[in-house]
């Protein structure tokens, strides 16, 4: 079954303690992206990568960082958190017709 | 600034009634898809269309894609409380290394 991952799925943390969030894909695709969704605001683009070892910024990416070592990998790592960074996150997998959305990861940092 | 607006935002209707939701821009695009979102879960692609004028059915989804290709619109008919969610549309841009979404058209259907 084709499925993105990802973990864990809810998450509160305190400001500045360093987490990371896993997103797995297992439909080979090249392409991955990170989003996080606000009320009001939609779904915005904060890193995306088009394949291994190629990452690139999207919309809002201060604050967060990737890597992308394996073409199934993509996680998504806040150094110093901070309340603003609470959010939902969704890890998408992109072919070249459909993007395919994790569940979602919805962060709270107090 | 917003590259697809939706509208409208929020619309409650009434099981078996129909409803219409709209994706606009200013900008012309090669396709166009519709994800429904479900409370807690992540988007879904319902459709995409690719062809000005282009018109795709779902069993009471109606998808149109406008003649100029800078807009679409999402009709359902005879609305049940399975439809209520959050519609995306998203086009692809930057030479479709990237997807960009609109905000969302928020439907409740109340049985």
């Known amino acids: 079954e084709a499925q993105v991952t990802q973990n864990p799925r809810y998450l509160i943390t305190v400001t500045g303690k360093k987490l990371t969030v896993t997103c797995s894909q297992n439909m080979n695709h090249e392409y991955m992206s990170w989003y996080r969704q606000d009320p009001g605001l939609g779904l915005r683009q904060i890193y995306y990568s088009m394949n291994v070892e190629v990452t690139d910024k999207g919309d809002v990416p201060e604050g967060y960082k990737v890597s992308r070592k394996e073409k199934r990998n993509f996680p998504l790592i806040l150094e110093s958190p901070s309340p603003n960074q609470t959010s939902l996150y969704f890890c998408a997998s992109r072919s070249f017709t459909e993007a395919f959305f994790g569940q979602g990861t919805r962060l709270t940092v107090v | 600034t917003q590259l697809l607006e939706q509208s409208p935002q929020f619309l409650s209707i009434q099981e078996g009634e129909n409803l219409t939701v709209y994706c606009n821009s200013s900008?012309?695009?090669?396709?166009l898809q519709w994800y429904r979102q479900e409370p807690g879960e992540g988007p879904v692609l319902l459709v995409t269309v690719v062809t000005g004028g282009e018109v795709k059915k779902l069993k009471r989804l109606t998808f149109q894609f406008g003649d100029a290709r800078k807009d679409s619109s999402l009709h359902i008919t005879a609305a049940q409380p399975g439809d209520t969610g959050l519609y995306l549309c998203?086009?692809?841009?930057?030479?479709?290394?990237?997807?960009?979404f609109g905000k969302g058209n928020q439907v409740v259907v109340i049985p």
């Open positions: 998203a086009v692809p841009f930057y030479g479709n290394n990237r997807l960009a």
């Open positions: 900008s012309v695009f090669s396709s």
